[in-house]
């Protein structure tokens, strides 16, 4: 399996790193700083099985990154992910609305990402 994970924070980043460790499933993880980077990196990719997008970002947003997810026709229907510390009820209903399929509050604990990504694979 291919993540694709687009976040800012280093610490977020090892964060996720350590808890797909956990699965038994081999994950191969590919990291994007910000929006822009996550674009040139993904321009050259064709196989990413999930996305898990921060929303706050520098350069180009999580919401940005996302719609770009979305218009490529290879990435279309793919899961994407929100992992965002903003989960009031109207921006959760925006995350939705804007191509998000799934969201993943901030600070998440492990158990449940790795459920998530169970839920996710169980669809795919």
Same mark, same amino acid.
């Given at each position: ?17 350590? %808890? ?7 994950? /191969?993880?590919?990291? $994007? !700083?910000? &929006?822009?980077? &996550?674009? +040139?990196?993904? #321009?050259? +990719? %064709? ?7 921060? @929303? /706050?970002?520098?350069?180009?947003n &999580?919401l940005?990154l #996302?719609?770009? =997810? ?8 793919? *899961?994407v992910?929100?992992? #965002? $510390?903003?989960v009031? $009820? /109207?921006?959760? !209903?925006?995350?939705? +609305?804007k &191509?998000?399929?799934? @969201?993943?509050?901030? *600070? ?5 990402? =790795? %459920? ?5 694979r169980?669809?795919?």
């Amino acid at each position: 399996m291919r993540i694709f994970l687009a976040e800012d924070n280093d610490d977020n980043y090892l964060i996720v790193k350590s %808890n797909l460790k956990k699965i038994a499933e081999p994950i /191969e993880l590919l990291w $994007a !700083k910000d &929006g822009v980077i &996550g674009v +040139e990196i993904l #321009t050259h +990719e %064709n196989d990413i099985d999930i996305f898990l997008v921060d @929303i /706050e970002m520098p350069n180009m947003n &999580g919401l940005e990154l #996302t719609q770009w =997810i979305r218009a490529q026709e290879r990435f279309a229907h793919k *899961p994407v992910v929100a992992v #965002t $510390a903003s989960v009031f $009820a /109207e921006m959760k !209903k925006m995350y939705l +609305e804007k &191509g998000f399929d799934y @969201i993943l509050e901030k *600070p998440f604990a492990r158990h449940e990402l =790795i %459920n998530l990504l169970n839920e996710i694979r169980s669809v795919l």
